[in-house]
């Protein structure tokens, strides 16, 4: 229903007042302490539990946005990231969308997820299903 009033693809679930990121790098964690936390990244989570609450921390200090696939306005994540300015969106199967993702844009003013660039091999596999005839179906 939010998709369908808004026109958008993603649903805020803190408001921090963050600008936005154009051209970001897409990062993908599956437990909370995989690897350090790119600057101006768009960091990507399964869930929006008490174990991602230090890297969602972390991603505030480093200007990021966090995309969790699971979650609401009161779960755990969020409510503590609104302590620490915490950007946070909620975009079910992100994973899956967002799956070969490289560079990505946030607006926060218009809640819009834009995806600039796709790995060569997402690129080739959407090339194979155009020419396959498989992508108009």
């Known amino acids: 229903m939010h998709e369908e009033i808004t026109g958008s693809n993603i649903k805020c679930l803190?408001?921090?007042?963050?600008?936005?990121?154009?051209?970001?790098?897409?990062?993908?964690?599956?437990?909370?302490?995989?690897?350090?936390v790119p600057h101006n990244s768009i960091i990507v989570i399964p869930n929006a539990s008490p174990?991602?609450?230090m890297l969602a921390k972390k991603a505030s200090e480093q200007n990021c946005i966090v995309i969790t696939e699971t979650g609401?306005?009161?779960?755990?994540?969020?409510?503590?990231?609104?302590?620490?300015?915490?950007?946070?969106y909620l975009l079910p199967d992100a994973r899956r969308i967002?799956?070969?993702?490289?560079?990505?844009?946030?607006s926060t003013s218009t809640m819009q997820l834009?995806?600039?660039?796709?790995s060569g091999h997402e690129l080739e596999m959407l090339l194979k299903r155009k020419m396959t005839g498989m992508h108009y179906k």
């Open 72 to 88: 609401g306005a009161l779960c755990h994540l969020a409510t503590v990231g609104r302590e620490f300015g915490l950007q946070l």
């Open 14 to 36: 803190i408001d921090s007042g963050h600008k936005g990121l154009r051209d970001g790098p897409v990062v993908f964690f599956n437990c909370a302490n995989e690897h350090p």
């Open 114 to 118: 834009t995806v600039s660039d796709y």
């Open 98 to 106: 967002l799956k070969g993702a490289v560079i990505a844009s946030v």
């Open 51 to 53: 174990d991602f609450e």
